[in-house]
């Protein structure tokens, strides 16, 4: 199994800014993107922002121009930095991260694709 930690949520008030961080856990033998997405009550889960293993990003947009996510390859660790934050912002965010690990002891590897339990963002008005 590969695991993804998220950190970084909290309640925060119109115009500030929350770093968001995620970490991921396992027998990874690589990973070919990573990213987040956000899910508000009522709503269906869509994508905020995803990064490829080279660095290529894809912002939805409504995350162009606030919104900015890196990642660090040899952590296996994606941030995303939210500035000029929204009341319309506020959701839980999941991380997600697609790639190759090794299932249990095995020395065979498979493809993966996991999320993680998510962090809840608030934005007061």
């Known amino acids: 199994q590969v695991q993804l930690v998220e950190s970084g949520g909290g309640l925060v008030q119109a115009g500030g800014s929350l770093r968001l961080s995620c970490v991921a856990s396992?027998?990874?033998?690589?990973?070919?993107?990573m990213g987040w997405y956000r899910q508000a009550p009522g709503k269906q889960r869509e994508l905020v922002a995803d990064i490829s293993s080279g660095g290529s990003t894809n912002y939805a947009d409504s995350a162009k121009g606030r919104f900015t996510i890196s990642g660090d390859n040899a952590k296996n660790t994606v941030y995303l930095q939210m500035n000029s934050l929204k009341p319309e912002d506020t959701a839980a965010y999941y991380c997600n991260a697609d790639g190759r690990y090794y299932p249990g002891i095995s020395l065979k590897s498979t493809s993966f694709d996991s999320w993680g339990q998510g962090t809840q963002v608030t934005v007061s008005s």
């Open positions: 396992g027998r990874i033998v690589s990973i070919n993107s």
